[in-house]
């Protein structure tokens, strides 16, 4: 389901010392890519506070989440408030935002073309299969006058809800860590920024559409709803918060990732 690289998940182990010690040692799940890079920088800010980071990375977004409802994981942090919205109506997780980390400007991406406004009729757009971030997919074609939504779609628009599509594009869903690679065989695809930088594809050079920097799609941090007040998770927000993690953030990734603290 997942992997760590950097500690061995033995669940039985961690049932019996973890949670004890919950206020020193923290499990976080981070999806691989920056995520887990500023989490790296993250974890050494929170030594100095006596709070030891165990990392743990996944390739997917869905089981982090499912992993933190379990209590394999004390935190998470890779996903924005729709998506963690999305997770608990669909799936009852008893999981809380705790704080803002970072935002990943979406964008749109091609081999093909240097514009939506370039694409021909009938062309095939790739958008993610998972809800919120496919509706934020689509909010970012009608953004870019492309597409037309039915009034009040909002976040959780589908394909269902384009009430005008002059080019008549044919929009594919796709899982979201494989859109990088649908880009030989579609006109254009909407790629996370996590899975861009993956693909070796810089959003400010490479988007031939993109979001605005500051959204409301910033990532966060997340915790059991029961642990939202325990005394460690105050000091996992200021390592996250901390000026060496917005440094970092500014000089790796040149503004394709912000600070959204």
Known sequence: MFKSTRVPFVAAAFALCGLVHAQDVVRIGVTA??????????????????????????QDYIQPNAALDS???????YQHLPF?????????????????????PMGFYSKKFKSL?????GARIGIQNDPSNSGRALALLQKYGVIKL?????????????????KHLQIV?????????????????????????????VPTRDAIAIE???????????????????????????AFHSPEVKQFVASTF???IVPAF
């Open 33 to 58: 890519g920056p995520h887990a890079h500023i989490a790296e920088v993250a974890k050494k800010v929170a030594e100095r506070d006596g709070l030891k980071l165990q990392i743990v990375e996944f």
């Open 71 to 77: 209590g394999d994981l004390q935190a998470n942090s």
């Open 84 to 104: 963690l919205q999305t997770q608990i109506q669909a799936r009852g997780y008893k999981i809380t935002a705790v704080g803002d980390t970072v935002t990943f």
């Open 117 to 121: 406004a370039e694409l021909p009729d």
């Open 150 to 166: 039915k009034a009040g779609a909002g976040i959780s628009a589908t394909p269902l809800d384009v009430v005008e599509n002059p």
């Open 173 to 201: 869903q796709i899982e979201a860590a494989q859109l990088p690679r649908s880009l030989d065989d579609l006109a254009v695809s909407a790629i996370n920024t996590n899975y861009a930088v993956q693909a070796k594809l």
């Open 212 to 238: 605005d920097a500051k959204g409301p799609y910033a990532n966060l941090i997340a915790v059991r709803t029961q642990d939202k007040d325990k005394p460690w998770v105050p000091k996992l927000l200021k």
């Open 254 to 256: 040149a503004g394709s």
